[in-house]
């Protein structure tokens, strides 16, 4: 999701910091100063105060308006401006009684305590109107204080009356409301009733969600959620309430009406089930599978007397609608579903459920010899016992259910001082108060929430009482102590509350419905495929022995529609502000001192936006770094698992064991992938699936030597040269902290620019910084441990590691602290495949052959040796690698097996690493079978490598030459060869823009020239994304392996906002398919996503065979890892798989699809429609025609990986 935050230029700047819910509530220090006060205002100002409101602040927003260009202004020097004047809370002096100075930061701009700024005239004439107006404002205040106790005093005496019984629209449907006869004799009539007939009945029924407005998607998960939180009689309030009202009554679809109905079912109430069915029929729809399970639901709680079953069923068939297919293609509960049999039984006792199918075989020409029965298969096992297995299992549980992981920090502690120790100690007495205001200031909004759903409008209320209040204090607390000091985009604050609390919830609703136990069952059962001691009469994949052990399916969580996840994150953010208050005077021992908000408001400028951003208060950093406290916390679902993940076998079932986890990562708010996998074949994605539990079931150990190493220069200074990020503290000073006024235009802009690049730089080492600590304390956390790293993929089929701090795919440094648990003895081979590996990561060989890469490695012995033994204090010469940690360690590696009196039998753990050589031009030579590009990138054998790179120019352009292939245009690759021209100190700097603009065009001229073939299929590529999305669809095609795929870019002219509160949330919907697709964007992203999901499709092919060889296999893309003794047997699979591959018609499957499903049928009436669709349909059926190169000369080139 592309998310944009404005301020809403008056009202952002009115609402900052005011006490959340109160939008016209100023605070008691001005108009632009103002804490939040400790009540909360029950509900927004009535509709009558408005226009005194809108005539009170018609000046104030114009003066307003202008002071957002004042800090446009001032941007130029200062990159934030604050926009609430901010009251500073003092910090004793050290053995001083009462609070000392301010902390030694920087004072922001309109903070208490700035330097003076000499005034210009208009200057001056705003701030007397500001004084004016603020008279005006305070006479205001009074009255809209007022009206909070009115308010307040409302919410004491609001009746809680709910509506149940509806007001129809048809006087034919009404005639039931008042029955003459039982409620259950009343049903099958109200069954047989015709809908009531509509004027307009377009658009009330959405097959999908992305169909839905947003309103709509509100009120669904509004229903859905009080479902969850037993506020049923709240839900069916407002589904009456919305219609009895017409222009209400269109936002209600039929899955609203009944997952109510569902809901009374569940609790056999028959009349307000009958209620809802009324409403059904009054709103023109006609009941479907889902209304008929909960009538039959209803009927097998209550005992229902047979007749009345008996015409219910006939009814639904009258219908069309199957029986069978109420418990095949309804999502119902094992124990729904009993009770809904029990009710058919009474009139077809022979009924039984349908067979459950024997397990579906993926077909697949690809996968066949994945899946065969027959031939030789040795699945790996793992090297753990099964009780060990199972104690990690334990631990892995406990984990996840408390959905935190509490991991000491590696920065260097602080020494034990009294300052430290009272720092602590007030840090913890104010998190005590902190706790009871959020508990309150959470009341108090669950209660004003609840009176707006009395007064039938959708509020938050339910998703509010899905966690328990001190969960939900106690998540709050945990986001304010990770806070960085520089501050959190308020908008990305929100989406993470909102998906804290989501994640909470799933764990907890699966604890319990009773699902902790039945894992823990299977699982047990599970871990007998993959312990060491124990064997399984049927050796097969994870996947298909977790089916065949017969788990039930986890409940389906869909996560909250992208407007629920905003209004929800930014109302538990707005909380967190509201209630955390600290004293201005830290040191008061009289207890007066005044209180001043922890978090504050201001507004960074991004481009020409205004960005959003809560800060937390000076005072409140400067205690946190003096208290030094030496925990950091994670969410469970962001550490490395200690147990092997769950198999995956559907998109929404695999990973994590209680955490909820998408198969497909995709962009924020978009719902059409997760849509097609869940309507695709399940064997289509067996493939994927199989391959994601391969990659993740691969076991992982810390190198202890190396993260040593690390830890030692990170406790110190940090080495950049060496990856390690050195401290903020470290980062270059302006010369002048001030601009003197004195100066020189010129010099002021000088000045101004340094003092740009030094805070730039700043917040970069910041950041820097702050994934390095995360990454070595989760580290040091997991340091003698057994983890695994869960795998899901991206829409385009690659494949990531779920925990994002810690993983492969990260850094120089991160990789260097992997290696394999699982150790293999090096065998023959082994121990040379080390050492071409480490003169790989050198980079020093890369142009030569194998041979002298090993000869190379024999020359360097010593200074290999010595770089293991003495990495800080020897001749250093891992430092000059490309990859000096990764170096390192392969030294160290190399060490251990050259003195061992036996090196074959050696058991190493060091992953060895094989590289595509320009894998995605690898792709287009052999798609086109294009022979001179195919020497060029290493699909030809040879004896010695080719590098595509210097046979069309010089190390400069290598970046573009590489990227050109997925998709880079002339402006970008002009921009990636500036860079590096600036990089080279000995090149004349005046000549960059003449010589990148010359580079550039030859680049692209050579590559024509190279790869004729490449550019054709890219052209090709391109043209056909281009008609396509002209006629208004968007890219879809599927992968060789059967994975549907889908471009998710569409212009994004759909911006919906959440208003109110400190500061209005703007968001783009991509979720919506109404919206037309972005042209250019279609057309630039089809190539490279089309070979990403070649790419992808390749690795997984290699990781099924490897694992079915028995091979610990996982991959960085195009970069594929092993044991060093299974290197030339991962090269071999590698090389037949990327020729099985290629030798299926790639471009002659896709035009197929793409004819099928974008060409329509018949042919459209408007002549220009037809015309494009001719021209589309003649485009995708002009496949490139291939060249004459053989595919089968792949599987002996050395160097295709290497």
């Known amino acids: 999701m592309s998310v944009l935050c404005w301020g809403r230029g008056a009202a952002g700047l009115r609402r900052a910091l005011q006490p959340c819910g109160c939008p016209g509530l100023l605070a008691k220090e001005g108009i632009l100063g103002g804490v939040c006060g400790p009540r909360r205002s029950s509900s927004a100002s009535p509709q009558e105060q408005d226009q005194d409101r809108r005539k009170d602040w018609g000046h104030v927003e114009l003066l307003e308006v202008l002071q957002a260009r004042v800090r446009q202004l001032q941007a130029e020097s200062v990159s934030e401006v604050v926009v609430n004047r901010v009251d500073v809370a003092r910090l004793p002096e050290r053995g001083s009684g009462d609070g000392g100075p301010q902390p030694p930061r920087k004072v922001q701009r309109g903070a208490t305590g700035a330097s003076p700024v000499p005034r210009s005239g208009w200057a001056q004439r705003l701030e007397k109107d500001k004084r004016i107006q603020r008279m005006h404002m305070q006479q205001l205040e009074v009255n809209l204080q007022m009206q909070v106790q009115s308010q307040s005093e409302e919410l004491k005496v609001w009746p809680k009356h709910l509506q149940v019984e509806p007001r129809l629209l048809s006087k034919q449907l009404a005639v039931f409301l008042a029955p003459e006869s039982s409620w259950e004799e009343q049903l099958p009539r109200v069954l047989q009733e015709a809908p009531r007939k509509l004027r307009l009945t377009v658009g009330r029924a959405p097959s999908t969600q992305a169909q839905l407005s947003g309103q709509q998607q509100k009120l669904l998960a509004f229903f859905k959620c009080c479902l969850l939180t037993n506020h049923l009689p709240l839900a069916h309030h407002l589904l009456v309430t919305h219609h009895s009202q017409q222009r209400k009554q269109k936002l209600l679809t039929l899955d609203m009406y009944n997952t109510v109905m569902l809901g009374w079912a569940r609790q056999g109430a028959f009349r307000e089930l009958v209620y809802v069915l009324l409403m059904v029929k009054d709103a023109g729809l006609t009941p479907d599978l889902l209304s008929y399970a909960a009538i039959l639901q209803c009927m097998g709680r209550r005992g229902q007397d047979a007749g009345t079953i008996e015409r219910c069923l006939k009814q639904m068939s009258q219908e069309g609608l199957k029986l069978q297919a109420l418990f095949t293609a309804v999502p119902l509960s094992e124990e729904e579903q009993a009770t809904v049999l029990k009710a058919v039984h009474k009139v077809k006792p022979t009924f039984s459920l349908p067979p459950r199918p024997p397990p579906a075989v993926n077909t697949s020409k690809l996968l066949r010899a994945v899946y065969a029965k027959d031939g030789p298969v040795s699945y790996p096992k793992l090297h753990l016992p099964l009780k060990t297995l199972q104690s990690l299992f334990e631990k892995q549980l406990c984990v996840e259910l408390a959905s935190k992981v509490c991991v000491v920090s590696v920065e260097k502690p602080a020494l034990p001082s009294k300052e430290v120790t009272h720092a602590r100690k007030t840090l913890q007495t104010l998190r005590d108060h902190w706790e009871k205001a959020l508990c309150r200031v959470l009341q108090e909004t669950k209660n004003h929430l609840e009176v707006e759903v009395h007064k039938g409008r959708f509020s938050l209320y339910p998703f509010l009482c899905l966690l328990d209040e001190r969960e939900v204090v106690q998540m709050l607390l945990q986001v304010l102590q990770a806070l960085p000091a520089q501050g959190e985009s308020f908008t990305t604050l929100a989406r993470e509350l909102s998906a804290r609390t989501f994640s909470r919830h799933v764990v907890q609703r699966r604890r319990l419905s009773g699902q902790v136990q039945a894992l823990e069952t299977y699982y047990r059962k599970y871990l007998h495929l993959l312990a060491s001691d124990t064997k399984v009469p049927n050796p097969c994949l994870p996947r298909q022995y977790w089916e065949a052990l017969g788990a039930p399916e986890a409940l389906r969580e869909q996560p909250w529609p992208l407007p629920v996840q905003m209004e929800l994150g930014k109302q538990l953010a707005e909380m967190l502000v509201q209630a955390t208050r600290m004293p201005s005077s830290l040191d008061n021992r009289h207890g007066s001192s005044r209180l001043v908000p922890v978090l504050y408001h201001v507004y960074s400028f991004r481009n020409v936006q205004q960005i959003g951003i809560l800060k937390p208060h000076p005072a409140y950093v400067q205690l946190l ?364 700097q005046e000549f960059v823009w003449e010589a990148s603009h010359y580079l550039v065009r030859q680049v692209f001229k050579s590559l024509q020239e190279m790869f004729s073939g490449t550019r054709a299929i890219q052209h090709w590529l391109t043209e056909s994304a281009r008609l396509i999305s002209h006629m208004g669809s968007v890219v879809e095609w599927v992968t060789p392996l059967g994975i549907p795929i889908i471009q998710p870019y569409r212009l994004e002219h759909k911006v919906k906002q959440v208003r109110g509160g400190i500061q209005s949330i703007t968001y783009i919907h991509n979720g919506d398919i109404s919206q037309k697709p972005n042209t250019r964007k279609q057309k630039n992203g089809f190539p490279p996503n089309f070979i990403h999901s070649l790419d992808s499709s390749h690795m997984m092919l290699t990781a099924l065979h490897c694992y079915r060889k028995g091979l610990t296999f996982v991959s960085v893309h195009d970069c594929y890892w092993t044991h060093a003794a299974d290197v030339a047997v991962m090269n071999q699979v590698c090389r037949e798989q990327f020729v099985c591959l290629h030798s299926e018609p790639i471009l002659e499957d896709l035009s197929r699809f793409l004819v099928s499903r974008f060409c329509p049928n018949p042919t459209p009436r408007k002549i220009s429609q037809c015309w494009e669709a001719s021209q589309l349909k003649e485009t995708l059926q002009a496949v490139p025609k291939p060249g004459a190169f053989d595919l089968e000369r792949v599987k002996h080139s050395t160097y295709f990986f290497s």
């Not at 004195?742 to 917040?763: T, V």
């Open 625 to 988: 770094e003096t208290a030094a406290e030496p925990t950091l916390t994670f969410e469970a679902v962001d550490v490395p698992m200690l147990c092997p993940p769950l198999p995956w076998t559907s998109p929404h079932t695999g990973a994590f064991l209680l955490s909820p986890t998408k198969l497909m990562r995709t962009v924020e708010g978009a719902t059409q992938h997760q849509e097609l996998l869940e309507t695709c074949p399940p064997t289509a994605l067996h493939g994927a699936l199989d391959a994601l539990t391969q990659l993740g079931n691969c076991a992982w150990r810390v190198n202890g030597r190396v993260l040593d190493l690390v830890l030692q220069l990170f406790q110190a200074k940090g080495c950049p040269k060496l990856g390690v990020p050195a401290p903020a503290s470290e980062a270059p000073q302006p010369a002048e902290a001030h601009v003197p006024q004195s100066a020189a235009p010129a010099r002021k802009a000088e000045l101004r620019r340094e003092l740009a690049r030094c805070q730039k730089l700043a917040r970069e080492m910041h950041s820097l910084r702050a994934e390095a600590l995360y990454r070595l304390s989760l580290a040091q956390h997991l340091r003698g441990r057994v983890f695994w790293l869960p795998h899901n993929m991206d829409f385009r089929g690659r494949t990531y590691p779920c925990p994002p701090h810690f993983n492969h795919l990260g850094s120089d440094v991160a990789r260097a602290l992997l290696e394999f648990a699982q150790g293999r003895p090096l065998g023959p081979h082994g121990l040379d495949w080390l050492k071409i590996h480490l003169v790989n990561l050198t980079g020093f060989k890369k142009r030569e052959p194998l041979r002298k890469r090993l000869a190379f490695a024999e020359e360097v012995m010593d200074d290999i040796l010595d770089s293991a033994d003495q990495p800080m204090t020897g001749r250093k010469w891992w430092m000059g690698a490309e990859e000096p940690w990764q170096t390192l360690a392969c030294c160290m590696e190399v060490a251990n097996a050259v003195r061992c009196s036996d090196p074959a039998a050696y058991v190493s753990h060091l992953p060895v690493h094989q590289d595509g050589s320009c894998n995605g031009l690898q792709h287009y030579a052999a798609l086109g079978r294009d022979s001179v590009g195919a020497a060029s990138v290493n699909l030809e054998p040879s004896d010695v490598p080719q590098d595509v790179y210097s046979g069309v120019a010089a190390q400069v352009v290598k970046q573009t030459v590489m990227t050109v292939v997925y998709g880079v245009t002339r402006y970008g690759g002009r921009l990636q060869i500036e860079k590096r021209l600036r990089e080279l100190t000995d090149f004349p």
